[in-house]
Each structure stands twice: as C-alpha cells, then as structure tokens.
C-alpha cells in the first residue's frame, strides 16, 4: 500500500473512458429526448401555455420548450417578473442565462437559491454571484428550512390584469440531469394555481411558509395533513360501498404518519399501488394488515424521479405530481409544492404511465412481506418501462415529422 500526501492525481482516468467507448457493447444505445408533440413548431411557447396546460417528461422529452418559454418571457415587454426557486443548477445552466438576461431587460427577477443543496454548494454559489451581479434579489434558503420545492412563475400585464404563467415539477431546473432523470413538468396558466404559487413566493420573501392553500399542495404547513386528508376520503368510499384507490410514486417511503394511514386504509380495503425506488418503511401482503397494497421499486438505466399522487379512480380521480416523497423530511421540514393536475387529458397521460410502470416486469421488483425484493416473472411478455416511454417518444416525434 502507497500513501502520500499529495493529492492524487486522476487524469489517468479519462485515458480510461477513450479506451473504453471503443468497446461499444459496453454502452447503452444512444437516446436523445425527443421534441414533445404538445408544443406547435413556430409559434409562441407562452402563447400555447396560455391556451392549455402543457406536460414535459423527462428524460423522454426535451427541456427546451421550458427554456424557451424564459427566454421568450425574459424579453416580452408584458411581463413584469420572474420567479424561481433554484436547489440544484447545470454548471452550464440556460435556465440563469436567462434569467440574468431578464434581469438586464428590466424585468424583476426574484430568485431563492437552495445553498444548503447537499454536493452542490460551490457551483450554486457560483451562479448566485452572477445572478447578483445582472441586478437579480436573492434570498439564500431560509434559516430554518431547506426549499426543495420545484416552482418557476412568470408575471405578466394582460387586458384582464395581472395573469400568471406557472410551472411546477418534480425535478431540478438542470439541464444534465433533465437526460439523465425522469421527471415531469407541468406549465399552466391556470389563474388559481398561479395564485397561490405568488402566495409561496411572497412568504418566501418574508422567510415564512404558506400556511393555507385550496389547490397546490405546500409543505411543511399544509402537504401531509391534506394528503391524510385524501386517504380518509378513499376510506370513506369503501365504507359508503364504493371502491377506493390510492396510487403513489416516490423515491422513498419513510413518513411515520403517513405510513400508519395507508395500513388504516388498507385494512379498509382501499387498493393502493405504491412504486417506491428507494427506501420503503412499509411492509407489504401482510395479512390483516396491508393485504390491498403492493409495493414495486423501478431500477433501471434512467433515475426514477418524479413524484405521483393518485386519489380515486376514473373520471372523478385527482392526479398531483409533486417535489415531495413521504418523508418526514420533506413533508414537516422543507418548503414542498405539489400541484393538481386538472387537464382531462394530462391527468389521463399521467394515469397510462403510472399503469404502464405497474406492468414493468424487466426493471422492476416487487417487494413482499418477508421484507425482500424478488424480481418479477413476466413470462414471454417483456415490458421495460424506460424503454417503452423513450421507443413512444421517437415514434411520437418520428410521426410529427412525417405530417410537417
């Protein structure tokens, strides 16, 4: 064994990465994220956000009609401002590009920068000082709580008055990440919505937290208990003779809390669906206890990101996608914004993905009661998820270029 003082010196390793990229079968098949069909080639990304929700799924489906949509907003001489909050940015990041240049066009440009945003501090330091220098107000986190909420709202003067153009993820304004994650975006005009994301910007401001919504979902004051809230809902089918469904996506599962009300819920015989990445504190098939709920992890070449929350089943069905897991963490000790999701056909594409995931039987596994993961027999079907959504999305761009 060598030791050294010095720091070691790994250059070496890129001779390493040339080498290796001669062996093909070493690499996965290159995927690029496709044009999204929502978006109309030519016209205004704010305009047709203006006419109808929009969805971006990442990494199946480019970021670049959400950095179009800044750069159009920063030099529309109707808009007033822009907001953001920022937890992990590009080291080559569009998404402050355009914000400085909004800022240099007289816009108000208001910006909370996550500092606390673990391995990323340096680089987001960085861009804070750019950020500053272009005339942009930054607020540093808050004392108290980390903001991990994925919110961007552009303000603007319409005949009618002030008008909102908002967006709401599940992921980072990143770049790199966006090819490497799987996230979903959502960007509405929807009056209400926008609403209450200028009430969380505006507490922010004030180092407060929002205590009181009716329509987003904002932790640390009112996600958990809404979302008990909607459990009991879906207990209360079930005891009326009704069906209840209960269907989430997250990274992890750890809220005590929230954990007690699904065990509640299915031994009322609510149905959940639980796809769950990471840690899952909750034992599945457990008899007389959580015999209605299954619990599947995806593993696969993409991260799985985004954040799911399905009540109820059908057209009366309510649909969230949010920056929150069921974590106590994020539930009681962060700022965290879910959204609903009222766009018939949105929700309805969010519904076949979420189906479509619970059908995986390549990439994912299924968690049982004895505690361990067992991957699933699929027969001579195979379905990987990722690469279904990444095969749709070039068929969806291939035909949009075919009718151009």
């Known amino acids: 064994m060598y030791y050294a003082k010095s720091p070691l010196d790994l250059s070496f390793a890129y001779e390493i990465q040339d080498l290796l990229r001669k062996n093909t079968q070493l690499f996965f098949e290159k995927r690029v994220p496709q044009k999204s069909p929502m978006f109309s080639q030519g016209q205004p990304i704010l305009d047709q956000i203006r006419k109808e929700d929009k969805l971006l799924s990442y990494p199946y489906e480019s970021i670049k009609p959400f950095l179009q949509m800044l750069h159009e907003a920063a030099n529309d001489p109707d808009v007033i401002s822009i907001k953001m909050t920022l937890y992990r940015m590009a080291r080559q990041s569009k998404v402050v590009e355009y914000l400085i240049e909004a800022a240099e066009n007289g816009k108000e440009v208001f910006v909370l920068v996550e500092l606390k945003a673990r391995f990323d501090e340096e680089n987001n330091i960085e861009w804070s000082q750019r950020l500053e220098d272009a005339g942009c107000r930054l607020i540093y986190g808050l004392d108290h709580i980390k903001v991990h909420s994925k919110l961007c709202q552009i303000t603007y003067m319409s005949e009618e008055g002030i008008r909102y153009v908002t967006q709401i993820g599940t992921g980072n304004y990143n770049e790199k990440t966006s090819k490497l994650y799987t996230d979903l975006s959502l960007m509405t005009a929807d009056q209400a919505i926008g609403e209450e994301a200028a009430e969380v910007f505006h507490k922010l401001c004030l180092a407060q937290t929002v205590e009181h919504t009716n329509h987003l979902l904002v932790a640390p004051n009112c996600l958990q208990n809404k979302l008990i ?176």
């Open 229 to 404: 809230d909607k459990i009991d809902a879906e207990i209360a089918k079930v005891q009326d003779g009704n069906a209840g469904y209960i269907g989430v996506k997250m990274n992890s599962l750890t809220d005590k809390k929230l954990i007690d009300k699904l065990i509640e819920a299915s031994m009322a015989g609510v149905q959940i669906d639980l796809i769950v990445r990471g840690i899952c504190c909750l034992i599945p098939e457990v008899e007389g206890y959580t015999d209605n709920i299954q619990v599947i992890s995806i593993v696969g070449r993409y991260l799985e990101h985004s954040r799911i929350y399905i009540f109820g089943k059908g057209e009366d069905s309510e649909v969230y996608i949010a920056s929150a897991d069921f974590m106590t963490r994020n539930t009681t000790k962060r700022v965290e914004v879910a959204t609903p999701v009222y766009s018939p056909e949105l929700k309805e594409r969010i519904l076949e993905s979420f189906n479509l995931m619970l059908r995986d039987n390549v990439k994912a596994s299924v968690l049982k009661s004895d505690g361990n993961y067992y991957h699933r027999d699929g027969g001579d079907i195979q379905l990987n998820s990722q690469e279904y959504f990444y095969a749709d999305a070039y068929r969806k761009a291939s035909f949009r270029k075919e009718k151009i």
